[in-house]
């Protein structure tokens, strides 16, 4: 059971470039959401999907798209790379509406814009 | 709105000695929380979780929670610290009954065991 699969582990960009971080998961969760990791300020949602064709802005969404056309993937783009956008990204999975679902997480995807 | 707050960011124990890690949180409806916790470049990992049964919650390593409803509490402890318990600390809140889904993580707290 391979849970929450990211892709790729590590990436350098340069300002102005774009790219997509893939996000796959095989547990069928219908709840999927990206978050960047920085120090000192915990975990912050970017976005998430309550289930295939809907997605909805967290709380930095800025600079960053989504869209969810299957339940197992979430892919997240980032258009044009900017420095501040160098963190740690995390992509998670739920079962949606279980009171009490934890989140399973990916191993993370370590951006570096230059 | 909900919200997490982590009440240290950093704590310090020595091996064999207790572990307190305080988290307070707010939340209009009833809350699911949990603990995670994420060692030097690795993922986050779920310690435990609280979803409105018992208010003591055990969960893996040891480690232990207590709801507390009247103190908007749910503080993670452990009687006898590890090594390799030293990690980062996460206390999240979710409500999906409030029609969000969403999970508000805390800022962390860095957990340091002596020699």
Same mark, same amino acid.
Request: charged residues 15%; hydrophobic residues 35%.
């Given at each position: ?13 340069? =300002?102005g470039?774009? !790219?997509?971080?893939q996000? /796959?998961?095989?547990?069928?969760? +219908?709840? !999927?959401? #990206? ?5 000192? !300020?915990?975990?912050r ?9 809907? =997605? ?8 960053y ?5 299957t ?7 980032l ?20 009171l ?6 990916g ?8 | /709105? ?26 209009? &409806?009833?809350?699911?929380?949990? #603990? &995670?916790?994420?060692?030097p ?8 979780k &609280? ?11 040891g ?11 749910f ?7 590890? !090594?390799?318990?030293?990690? +980062?600390y ?9 029609? =969000?889904?969403? &999970? ?12």
């Amino acid at each position: 059971n391979a849970g929450v699969t990211q892709t790729p582990k590590f990436q350098v960009l340069k =300002t102005g470039q774009s !790219m997509t971080l893939q996000c /796959a998961q095989d547990m069928n969760h +219908e709840y !999927m959401s #990206w978050y960047r990791q920085d120090p000192g !300020m915990g975990l912050r949602l970017i976005h998430y999907s309550v289930g295939a064709g809907i =997605t909805d802005q967290g709380e930095v969404p800025n600079g960053y798209n989504v869209s969810r056309s299957t339940t197992e993937d979430f892919p997240l783009r980032l258009l044009s790379a900017a420095p501040s956008q160098t963190s740690v990204y995390f992509c998670a999975s739920s079962f949606q509406g279980a009171l009490g679902s934890p989140l399973h997480f990916g191993n993370g995807t370590r951006l570096t814009v230059t | /709105a909900q919200s997490v707050t982590q009440l240290d960011s950093h704590v310090s124990v020595s091996e064999g000695t207790p572990v307190l890690l305080r988290c307070n949180y707010s939340s209009s &409806y009833s809350p699911s929380l949990f #603990w &995670y916790v994420q060692h030097p470049n690795k993922g986050l990992q779920l310690l435990l979780k &609280y979803t409105s049964a018992a208010t003591l919650v055990k969960g893996i390593n040891g480690f232990e929670a207590e709801f507390k409803k009247s103190e908007t509490s749910f503080h993670l402890t452990k009687p006898s610290a590890h !090594m390799s318990d030293a990690a +980062e600390y996460f206390c999240v809140v979710s409500d999906p009954t409030s029609g =969000t889904y969403k &999970y508000i993580f805390g800022t962390g707290t860095r957990l340091k065991v002596l020699a």
